[in-house]
């Protein structure tokens, strides 16, 4: 697929929005037309966050995203709001530590992952979110693992470069686990 549309969705703090950074960097360094759309209620912390993230061989129209082609999913009200919107054909990644439906749909691949779970026990904690976007990865091959690898260092500032290791575990533990 040469174009997508993406939907990250979760608590504030989860780093929700960090995530699609990440995902727009990516598409950057490849040369691709890219938007990134943040939206987060009030609260922040706790709140509700979300994103949507255009990534496309052509100019991008709407920043947008109504009908993803994948969804990212970090808790239960946002899998109840999103999980319908997702495009037929699409893709679902859901933290199965967090939500506990499972996706009724069967015009969609979704891919369970027990990312919160994962992040605490393998001593990768606050990395929930790039578990999952090693799912993503797995699930969809939206791009490849060196391309994320270098929108993750784009997106991690200079202050925390200790912290990509890190990220890279749980990237590549994301992959393994979807």
Known sequence: ?????????????????????????????????????????????????????CLSEEPVASPLVLEPNAL???????FEKFI???APGGFAVIDSSLITAKCQRDDITCGYIPATRLSQERELQGLANIIM????LKLTG??????????????VPASKRHLMEPNLRAVRLGMESV
């Open 72 to 78: 990212v999913v970090m808790n239960n009200p946002s």
């Open 133 to 136: 976007l090693g799912g993503l």
């Open 142 to 155: 939206f791009t490849t693992l060196e391309a994320l690898e270098k929108g993750l260092e784009k997106s």
């Open 84 to 86: 319908g919107t997702v």
């Open 1 to 53: 697929m040469s174009s997508w549309n993406f939907v990250f969705a979760g608590f504030g703090g989860q780093g929700i929005l960090f995530t699609g950074k990440v995902v727009a960097y990516t598409g950057m360094l490849e040369g691709r037309e890219v938007s990134w759309l943040p939206s987060y209620g009030p609260e922040m912390r706790g709140g509700t966050a979300n994103c949507s993230v």
